[in-house]
T-cell receptor
Framework: NAGVTQTPKFQVLKTGQSMTLQCAQD?????MSWYRQDPGMGLRLIHY???????DQGEVPNGYNVSRSTTEDFPLRLLSAAPSQTSVYFC??????????FGPGTRLTVL | AQTVTQSQPEMSVQEAETVTLSCTYD???????LFWYKQPPSRQMILVIR??????QNATENRFSVNFQKAAKSFSLKISDSQLGDAAMYFC??????????FGKGTRLSVIA
């Protein structure tokens, strides 16, 4: 199993550009989430999905869109990047009450 | 809404000594799951230990153990015989099973040789 994979590992954007962070898991987990990690703030939930076709907002959803067309994939879209979105982004998946598995993270810088 | 609080932004411990990291949480539910994750400089999130609220026995994993006090909503992590490789950010986290994981803000642990 590859676990949770994320691409890219690093990205630099200019203000106003759009991009998609890719996330995939091969563990047949129904639950997938996106978090952002900022210094001193821990991991904050952006969006999550409890299964294909179902998504919901987390604590900090503004400026981000998600979709879940398959169980395996959960991409995160930045529609118009802003410097406040400079952060490290983690995708994660889990099944029920079990351990949550994390991808390696994407370091995004918005200039 | 559930919240998780880690009151110690930074801690340090001498190599081979024992250290305890604190975590409190707030929920009105009785069934839930608690976790400690370690994040070394590589950024990878690594599960250290997991506790189910319905289990009274404290979880242990080698040198790592927890003190789970359900009535006090406290879930502290004890690291025994600290090693240099234990230096990392440690996050306490919580979920209800069918909800997302909620994290505390983390504790940075330094290990002094």
């Amino acid at each position: 199993n590859a676990g949770v994979t994320q691409t890219p590992k690093f990205q630099v954007l200019k203000t106003g550009q759009s991009m998609t962070l890719q996330c995939a898991q091969d563990m047949n987990h129904e639950y997938m989430s996106w978090y952002r990690q900022d210094p001193g703030m821990g991991l904050r939930l952006i969006h999550y999905s409890v299964g294909a076709g179902i998504t919901d907002q987390g604590e900090v959803p503004n400026g981000y869109n998600v979709s879940r067309s398959t169980t395996e994939d959960f991409p995160l879209r930045l529609l118009s990047a802003a410097p406040s979105q400079t952060s490290v982004y983690f995708c994660a998946s889990k099944k029920g009450g079990n351990e949550q598995f994390f991808g390696p993270g994407t370091r995004l810088t918005v200039l | 809404a559930q919240t998780v609080t880690q009151s110690q932004p930074e801690m340090s411990v001498q190599e081979a000594e024992t250290v305890t990291l604190s975590c409190t949480y707030d929920t009105s539910e009785s069934d839930y799951y608690l976790f400690w994750y370690k994040q070394p400089p590589s950024r990878q999130m690594i599960l250290v230990i997991r506790q189910e609220a319905y289990k009274q026995q404290n979880a242990t994993e080698n040198r790592f153990s927890v003190n789970f006090q359900k009535a006090a909503k406290s879930f502290s992590l004890k690291i025994s015989d600290s090693q240099l490789g234990d230096a990392a950010m440690y996050f306490c986290a919580f979920h209800l099973g069918d909800t997302p994981l909620v994290f505390g803000k983390g504790t940075r642990l330094s290990v002094i040789a």
